[in-house]
């Protein structure tokens, strides 16, 4: 999943407002891999606030098309798991995913923002076997959710500032992005 680069390498949100907007662009498409949620984002800057960006970012993903949700689950990939899990776990979450991919033809999306790590591993899996119940139709409202919920959180945790913090920052549009679980 992509997330936010290493520190030292970001931008704040008041330099979001002010890039220009294919840099601002390639900023947020780090986030979520959806061009047309990316340039809705950046056509409505400049953000007061980070609650005001998300709130763009919410309304952004609800009004995304089946094809933009398409791109968005194109640019993602599973949870890694800890180190030091069993190889079973492994096998178990990789039959899971590929059952998942081929019922749906994507990748399996879920927020994992809340969910103690200890218990991701079990989230991803009844997570997967239980979505496997629906139809492509009802997964695909119930992916586009899981991608609104990511994308605030990438958001958010990428600006996320308190006041004795130095302001947050968004990844350079040249960072490579990492990749953690759920985010």
Do not use: K
Request: proline letters at 8%.
């Amino acid at each position: 999943m992509h997330t936010a680069s290493p520190a030292g390498t970001h931008v704040t949100l008041t330099d979001l407002n002010s890039a220009p907007a294919a840099e601002a662009h390639r900023m947020v498409l780090s986030c979520l891999r959806s061009r047309h949620w990316a340039r809705r984002i950046v056509a409505h800057r400049p953000y007061p606030d980070l609650d005001s960006l998300l709130a763009a970012s919410d309304e952004a993903a609800y009004d995304m098309t089946a094809g933009d949700i398409a791109e968005a689950l194109a640019g993602e990939s599973l949870p890694a798991l800890p180190a030091g899990t069993y190889f079973a776990a492994h096998t178990a979450l990789s039959a899971a995913h590929a059952a998942y991919e081929t019922r749906f033809g994507h990748v399996f999306v879920v927020a994992l923002d809340g969910v103690d790590p200890r218990h991701a591993l079990d989230h991803v899996l009844t997570g997967i076997r239980s979505r496997l119940a629906n139809d492509p139709e009802e997964e695909r409202v119930v992916a586009a959710e899981q991608l609104r919920r990511l994308a605030r959180s990438r958001l958010a945790g990428t600006l996320r500032s308190t006041a004795s913090a130095p302001a947050p920052r968004l990844p350079r549009p040249s960072d490579e992005p990492a990749t953690t679980p759920g985010g």
